[in-house]
């Protein structure tokens, strides 16, 4: 006797390739939509109901905590550079390197509002880098170098001639200024 599907009425065959629990015309579980089934519950939610009433807040409280603490550890200032925080410091052969970069080795796209343009800018000058800026909301053919270029996202910055993959991340742009691949 074929089964046929309470939800859209299609009549099983023989031959169907879904399983046996399930219509192959719409995909659905034949007893999740059986005429007197019992609604679906997840089982998370049959636990917290079981639970004492507070044990739910509970849950949600620590869930909170431990998206509170993966945040703090990508924003912390000094660790990783995305977030706000500071790119990392310069090995000591860094103020040699600085010392070969000439004006002009190194050009940094930028916009007026953007933070991760600060931070790059910051960076470079702290640790001595010479740099030139291209500031497309103050100046339009720095945009139109930027599209040449394939700048897709701000800062975009140019190591004698040769965009960095990511951004601006100093260990990139140490390697790019050393003349190794990153």
Request: net charge positive; charged share 20%.
């Amino acid at each position: 006797m074929p089964i046929t599907c309470p939800k859209c009425g299609h009549a099983r065959g023989p031959a169907e390739a879904a399983p046996d629990w399930q219509c192959p015309a719409c995909g659905v579980a034949y007893a999740k939509v059986a005429p007197g089934a019992a609604p679906f519950v997840p089982r998370a939610r049959e636990a917290a109901s079981a639970r004492a009433p507070g044990a739910a807040l509970a849950g949600k409280a620590a869930i909170a905590a431990v998206g509170l603490a993966l945040l703090w550890a990508f924003l912390r200032p000094g660790e990783g550079e995305r977030g706000g925080s500071r790119p990392e410091v310069p090995p000591a052969s860094g103020a040699g390197l600085a010392a070969s970069v000439k004006p002009g080795d190194v050009v940094v796209y930028t916009t007026t509002e953007c933070p991760h343009c600060r931070i790059a800018k910051d960076w470079l000058a702290r640790y001595g880098f010479a740099f030139t800026e291209c500031n497309m909301s103050v100046e339009p053919r720095c945009e139109d170098e930027f599209r040449q270029l394939g700048g897709r996202a701000t800062p975009f910055v140019i190591v004698r001639g040769k965009p960095l993959s990511r951004g601006f991340h100093s260990r990139e742009f140490l390697a790019a200024v050393a003349g190794r691949p990153s």
